[in-house]
């Protein structure tokens, strides 16, 4: 008994201190300051906010890693002797390149299946002066991977920008049709999070190609045009021909910073890990004299002219930005680019004032259906039935604060599943209460009659409560953002009923049978 009287106040005391925080006033009260500071945080059907559901084009990706293949191939094959000309993609899924010595055929497709086993190489055409033109596709499983991966990354790189960006308990989830759900409860500023959000961050550094006019109706093999933004120039746009394959992508970049120049112009830095430095320098090496174009998401913000070999991995990217759009593509491009580009598919706006509503019915039904259950315990169990309201008590403070401790989000149907969890609580004290009716009919003493009422109650109880909880489990897996707050708080519930109901109530009641001897209990 002293064990169990222990455990009991443990439970009591430790959900105490982190139910205690969620409540209106304590968290900025001097008990606010000692207690956890964990707390159960509003859902955006309750707190207000902005939903998105964003689709990724995985293709994009696909496209750019083949690209990025066909660089690689050229670098290895010139390591071992071997001359690749011309690496390009088509068709968003074809990789073309030549082969301007066709006696380093063998040699080459022998490299190439030991080193490139993701690409599946076409048979040569032969082109003139016995070249030979290779065309290249990814095998399906690497698609597959890539496709799996883009959609992480994008997930993983979302997840990140909003930390960054401050928003209090998102909820982001990957879904079908490679889409992204995003859900920002109690965000004001909508805009700026969909265009943060949105921004695929695509940073990509090009070779300008001044021997081609970017007017030309027909353009060159591996030629492409892209808008070149002058802010200076009330945001008007020229063209610019670039090389179409990118040299270098963002996917190296390990830190990005806003900064401001001698003319107080905002700007942003970046550094490369070791990878990207090797390969900025290498690039800015073989191009002296030429000019390397920043682009960001498909339009070029400079295009610097390459005086010297640049080593130390260090770049900077200017264009005349405001302050506030320097720190957005710094956090854009520090958290990580985007592997494709992101389309806004679905945005709705959920009011705070809706959202008070939500709270306010959810709250009176709550209250509505507390009130009735402790008046029906009281009357038809009399003093029994006020232990079972006393545990009732514990219960939904048990259920808050493992609400708190788990940082779970509640929503409206959360409120549901706490409503619902009344009912399941009384249901365990009803059970347990007319086995000891029965007992007591039998003859057994009050002391003994406990016991046995809870010891036989108790199988019936654990059967039923641990149905409900695989039930829960298998919505929380398979269901979405309301669907899981419903399980989460329904689980919770259960669990701490089953506590108060089976453990605490029989600490209570054996005492109660010792102290009453044969008077009996007021059941």
Not at 3 to 9: E, K, P, S
Not at 146 to 175: C, H, S
Request: charged share 20%.
């Amino acid at each position: 008994m002293p064990w169990r009287i222990c455990v009991a106040l443990a439970a009591l005391l430790i959900s105490l201190a982190y139910a205690l925080p969620s409540l209106p006033g304590i968290s900025e009260s001097f008990l606010g300051h000692i207690l956890p500071d964990k707390k159960i945080s509003l859902g955006l059907d309750l707190k207000g906010g902005i939903h998105l559901t964003l689709g990724v084009d995985v293709s994009k990706a696909v496209a750019n890693s083949l690209a990025q293949t066909g660089q690689d191939l050229r670098i290895t094959a010139q390591e071992d002797g071997v001359v690749i000309l011309r690496p390009r993609v088509v068709a968003g899924n074809v990789l073309e390149f030549t082969l301007p010595k066709g006696d380093q055929r063998e040699k080459f497709q022998e490299l190439a299946a030991k080193k490139f086993t993701v690409l599946a190489l076409g048979a040569p055409a032969t082109a003139e002066a016995g070249q030979l033109r290779y065309t290249a596709r990814f095998t399906d499983e690497h698609i597959q991977q890539l496709a799996d991966m883009a959609l992480e990354q994008a997930l993983r790189t979302i997840r990140n920008r909003i930390d960054q960006f401050g928003v209090a308990e998102p909820d982001i989830r990957k879904q079908s049709d490679n889409r992204i759900q995003v859900q920002l409860p109690g965000l004001s500023d909508t805009k700026r999070a969909v265009q943060l959000l949105g921004q695929t961050a695509n940073l990509e550094f090009h070779l300008v190609r001044e021997d081609v006019d970017p007017a030309r109706t027909v353009l060159p093999p591996g030629v492409a045009v892209y808008p070149m933004l002058d802010k200076k120039a009330d945001g008007a746009e020229k063209s610019i021909a670039l090389d179409r394959d990118a040299l270098l992508t963002g996917g190296d970049i390990s830190d990005a910073r806003p900064a401001f120049d001698n003319m107080n112009q905002s700007y942003v830095t970046l550094n490369f890990n070791s990878r990207g430095a090797a390969i900025f320098e290498r690039i800015t090496g073989e191009n002296v004299g030429k000019r390397l174009a920043i682009v960001l998401d498909g339009k070029v913000y400079s295009a610097p002219n390459i005086r010297e070999r640049i080593s130390g991995g260090r770049a900077s990217i200017t264009g005349g930005f405001s302050t506030a759009e320097a720190q957005d593509l710094a956090i854009v491009l520090r958290a990580g680019s985007l592997p494709a580009p992101v389309s806004v598919l679905e945005e709705r706006t959920v009011g705070p004032s809706l959202g008070q509503e939500s709270i306010d019915s959810g709250i009176k039904a709550a209250m509505l259906g507390g009130v009735l259950v402790v008046v029906f315990m009281a009357v038809y169990y009399a003093v029994s039935g006020l232990i079972a309201n006393l545990m009732l008590g514990f219960t939904m403070t048990l259920l808050m604060a493992g609400m708190a401790a788990f940082g779970a989000t509640l929503t409206l149907p959360g409120i549901a599943g706490i409503v619902l969890t009344l009912g399941m609580a009384v249901d365990a004290n009803v059970l347990i209460y007319e086995r000891i009716r029965e007992e007591l009919q039998h003859g057994l003493t009050p002391l003994a009659a406990v016991k046995a009422g809870f010891e036989r109650a108790s199988i019936a109880i654990t059967d039923s409560n641990l149905t409900t909880i695989i039930a829960t489990a298998i919505l929380y897996q398979f269901g979405t953002g309301p669907i899981r707050g419903f399980a989460v708080t329904l689980s919770l519930g259960v669990a701490a009923s089953m506590f108060t109901a089976v453990f605490v109530s029989r600490i209570i009641f054996e005492l109660w049978a010792r102290r009453a001897g044969p008077k009996g209990l007021s059941i």
